[in-house]
Each structure stands twice: as structure tokens, then as C-alpha cells.
């Protein structure tokens, strides 16, 4: 079957690091997704990983191993405006995304 | 603003109602999706269209309804709907259904409650 795991809640502080994980069993991989939704609004794409290795955009950070079936998403200098449900996804053999749950993320002052 | 909108944002409706769900992209897309999306649980895809035809029905019930007019008009007809149908219903588009990296552009969702 295809599973898409990844915690359901997490909680940092204003200015850390926070680390989102996201562990995948699909059938087929044509890559990886990560989108943001702040509640009550539409998710965003965050970044899209297909090869192995970290994808770096300003604060927001992209990692992808194909053998391992893991990727992780990492947040650096947290603000406020970064509390929101963080959605991972994958594309497969039949370029349909299968979606995680999503991590609900909350931001302490 | 992503470039695709969804009216209305919020319905309340009753078993014995019928309704219907819009979404516009402006975006010159040529696949749309209806997804719904249940609180902490996967985003389920309901239907997609490719080129206003239908290319995929992941077996939903009849009461669920899509129509697609032309490639940048999605509606989902709702009827004699029941309480867990009660979710946030979002509508997206893509430039391609196929392809590795076919970035999907989300609408707000319209707030389905069914009493």
C-alpha cells in the first residue's frame, strides 16, 4: 500500500530550529512536496524535492533521501507567521500525489 | 492569492439540500482537482479533470457530482448529503495532470457543514 507518515503536532520557539519529518512508502516515486497551510486558507507549495539532497530557500530548507523513503523539512529563525499545518506529498508511478496528514506546527513567543 | 477562487467560502446546508461548489483559475491551467480535507486526515482527491474530461473518479459517491464547462471552471453539485460529508472541500489546479513536478495551486475551500 502507499503511507505517507509524519507527526501530527509540533511545537517550537520563536527564533529555533524546528525539524518536520515525513517517511513515505509509495508505490513508484517521481518526487516529494512540501506545502504550507495556515488554518482556514489554501496550501502553498513550499518546495519539491526529486534527487537526493538538501534544497535551501531563504529560511525554509528541503531534504530528500530516495533509499532511506524520508524527507524532512527544516524552518530556521522561526517567526509567529510560521505557525501553520505543514503538508507532505508525494508523486507516484502515476504522477498522483499521495498526501500526508500534515504536521500542525505551533510557534511560542 | 494563488490564482484560483472558490464560492462560497462557507455552506451550511441540511440532508435534503442541493447545492452546488464553483471554482475559477486564472491561471491557464489545464487539470483541476477536487479534494476534501477532514481534520487530521490525508487530503482525499475526489475527481480530476484533464481538458474538461475526467480522468479520474477515486470512488466517490453519487451524491457527489463534478462538472467541468471548460478548462478553467470547476463545480461540485452536492445532494441528500449526510453529516460526515461535513469538511472543508478544496479545489486545485495544475498546468498538466501529468509529470514529475506538476506543482498543484489550491483555492481557499469552501467550509462544508452538513446538519
Known amino acids: 500500500g502507499q503511507n505517507i507518515d509524519q507527526p501530527t503536532e509540533m511545537t517550537a520557539t520563536e527564533g529555533a530550529i524546528v525539524q518536520i519529518n515525513c517517511t513515505y512508502q509509495?508505490?513508484?516515486?517521481?518526487?516529494l512536496f512540501w506545502y504550507q497551510q495556515h488554518a482556514g486558507e489554501a496550501p502553498t507549495f513550499l518546495s519539491y524535492?526529486?534527487l537526493d539532497g538538501l534544497e535551501e530557500k531563504g529560511r525554509f530548507s528541503s531534504f530528500l533521501s530516495r533509499s532511506k523513503g524520508y524527507s524532512y523539512l527544516l524552518l530556521k529563525e522561526l517567526q509567529m507567521k510560521d505557525s501553520a499545518s505543514y503538508l507532505c506529498?508525494?508523486?507516484?508511478?502515476?504522477?498522483?500525489?499521495?498526501w500526508g496528514a500534515g504536521t500542525k506546527l505551533i510557534i511560542k513567543p | 492569492e494563488t490564482g484560483v477562487t472558490q464560492t462560497p467560502r462557507h455552506l451550511v446546508m441540511g440532508m435534503t439540500n442541493k447545492k452546488s461548489l464553483k471554482c475559477e483559475q486564472h491561471?491557464?491551467?489545464?487539470?483541476m482537482y477536487w479534494y476534501k480535507q477532514s481534520a487530521k486526515k490525508p487530503l482525499e482527491l475526489m475527481f480530476v479533470?484533464?481538458?474538461?474530461?475526467?480522468?479520474e473518479n477515486n470512488s466517490v459517491p453519487s451524491r457527489f457530482s463534478p462538472e467541468c464547462p471548460n478548462s478553467s471552471h470547476l463545480f461540485l453539485h452536492l445532494h441528500t448529503l449526510q453529516p460526515e460529508d461535513s469538511a472543508l472541500y478544496l479545489c486545485?489546479?495544475?498546468?498538466?495532470?501529468?509529470?514529475?513536478?506538476?506543482?498543484?495551486?489550491f483555492g481557499p475551500g469552501t467550509r462544508l457543514t452538513v446538519l
Open positions: 486545485a489546479s495544475s498546468q498538466d495532470r501529468g509529470g514529475p513536478y506538476n506543482e498543484q495551486f
Open positions: 491561471l491557464g491551467h489545464n487539470a
Open positions: 479533470y484533464s481538458l474538461e474530461e475526467r480522468v
Open positions: 509509495t508505490s513508484g516515486f517521481n518526487g
Open positions: 524535492n526529486v
Open positions: 506529498a508525494t508523486v507516484d508511478s502515476n504522477y498522483q500525489l499521495i
